[in-house]
């Protein structure tokens, strides 16, 4: 009787801590990761074929990978190229498409100013946001950047995303790259990256 009284009781621990996950409130790593990763096959998550030289979101790790970015990047918005570098980076989450960061040294800061906006990321910190204002042209919080990454992400201190919808076009190397779906995710997705992706519909506890 004791041996299963503690069994319920984890059980339902566990139960607990997979619910607050999947509303935000308690970090997404550990047994919590695992447990997720086991739900969400149950829901049903069918993942695209992948080929030769392509990969899938869902290969990516959770926390997060930084790693370096071999193609040229580019962004452009009201006739005006905004960065341009071939020294980016990416970070690769479960779930997610690619994220670029672009070094502060290739982006055209002139027509860049810091917003007000303020949020938070579990995994890398506290970031800054930038409106954009080209030839009368202007976006709000269109990119965001980490002044003091957290441990790991060191190397994307002062680079910068943007967020693919709200700029005129991104492109990894020559592709321009789709937006990912969503109001606060700042993904790039190519062809070479297969999902599905979470960001639209009834994706929220990806």
């Known amino acids: 009787m004791r041996y299963r009284a503690a069994w319920l009781w984890k059980t339902f621990l566990t139960f607990f801590i997979v ?7 308690v970090p997404r790593t550990g047994v919590v990761t695992k447990s997720k990763a086991v739900i969400r096959r149950n829901m049903g998550v069918k993942r695209e074929p992948v080929g030769a ?8 790790p959770r926390p997060p990978r930084l790693e370096r970015e071999k193609a040229r990047l580019k962004v452009v918005f009201n006739g005006e190229t905004i960065a341009d570098s071939t020294n980016g980076f990416r970070v690769l989450e479960t779930s997610h498409p690619p994220v670029y960061y672009i070094p502060m040294n290739d982006c055209n800061m002139e027509y860049m100013k810091q917003s007000a906006r303020k949020t938070y990321c579990e995994f890398k910190g506290t970031p800054n946001y930038y409106d954009l204002s080209v030839n009368g042209k202007e976006v709000s919080d269109v990119a965001w950047s980490y002044p003091n990454p957290d441990t790991g992400m060191e190397a994307i201190k002062d680079a910068f995303a943007f967020y693919g919808k709200k700029v005129d076009a991104c492109y990894v190397g020559e592709e321009k790259a789709t937006a990912q779906e969503g109001e606060f995710y700042g993904g ?3 062809s070479k990256v297969k999902g599905p ?3 639209g519909p ?5």
């Open 19 to 25: 619910m607050l996950s999947f509303a935000g409130i």
């Open 53 to 60: 030289g392509e990969e899938s979101v869902w290969d990516y």
């Open 188 to 190: 790039w997705i190519t």
């Open 197 to 199: 992706f979470k960001g």
């Open 202 to 206: 009834g994706t929220f506890g990806w």
